[in-house]
């Protein structure tokens, strides 16, 4: 079945230290997407990547970064730079980047708790 | 950058009721949409609705726009506990051509009463 896997489903991460949060899609689809929840909001955008060797900030990036190396990988790391990391993270893809004509496929999530 | 906002924030109905949650956004839109989230999982896509379409359904999922007020409606029939979860409405802002994610509201919380 197609479908976006992300890894770990829960992640600690000491202060100062970098992590990394995999997220892999087998749907072929060209967009993918890096969102953060804190309990009880909606979702804010970190990044996103319409094509293969591409990506852009979005409204929070300060303290993450992203490569988009192979259109089925979307590695999301938390720097030691991002004060606040506590979240859910969730990576989503759509078919196609530039004007949202589909709904997006999202991952199960991955639980970051700083200790 | 522009976000919806839910209404109510929180909603409990009794089984076999329907539910109806509200969205307003900021600007001019390409499309809005709808998903689900059971809790501590990843989100489901429900219904897109363009911004030329006034009503769209799918299943018991009935959803309105109206762009003149910048608002959409949801409204689930015949409720069942498997439908307890958040909902939250995503809009596509308008930017000639470009586009950079969709933007989440903070989700209405729907419990269904057995």
């Known amino acids: 079945d197609g479908g976006i896997t992300q890894s770990p489903k829960y992640l600690f991460r000491k202060e100062g230290q970098n992590v990394t949060l995999s997220c892999e899609q087998n749907?072929?689809?060209?967009?993918m997407y890096w969102y953060r929840q804190d309990p009880g909001q909606g979702l804010r955008l970190i990044y996103y990547s319409q094509i293969v060797n591409d990506f852009q900030k979005g409204d929070i990036a300060e303290g993450y970064s992203v490569s988009r190396e192979k259109k089925e990988s979307f590695p999301l790391t938390v720097t030691s730079a991002q004060k606040n990391p506590t979240a859910f993270y969730l990576c989503?893809?759509?078919?196609?980047?530039?004007?949202?004509?589909?709904?997006?496929?999202f991952g199960s999530g991955t639980r970051l708790t700083v200790v | 950058s522009q976000q919806g906002e839910e209404d109510p924030q929180a909603l409990s109905i009794q089984e076999g009721e329907n539910a109806t949650m509200n969205c307003s956004y900021k600007?001019?839109?390409?499309?809005l949409q709808w998903y689900r989230q059971n809790s501590g999982r990843g989100l489901v896509h429900l219904i897109l609705?363009?911004?030329?379409?006034r009503e769209k359904h799918s299943g018991r999922l009935r959803v309105t726009l109206d762009t003149s007020k910048k608002s959409s409606s949801l409204l689930i029939t015949a409720s069942r506990a498997a439908d307890t979860a958040s909902y939250f409405c995503a809009t596509d802002e308008y930017s000639g051509g470009g586009a950079d994610g969709l933007t989440f509201g903070k989700g209405t919380h729907l419990i269904i009463q057995p």
């Open positions: 600007t001019s839109i390409n499309n």
């Open positions: 989503a893809s759509s078919l196609e980047g530039g004007q949202v004509n589909y709904g997006y496929t």
């Open positions: 749907l072929n689809h060209d967009a």
């Open positions: 609705i363009r911004s030329n379409e």
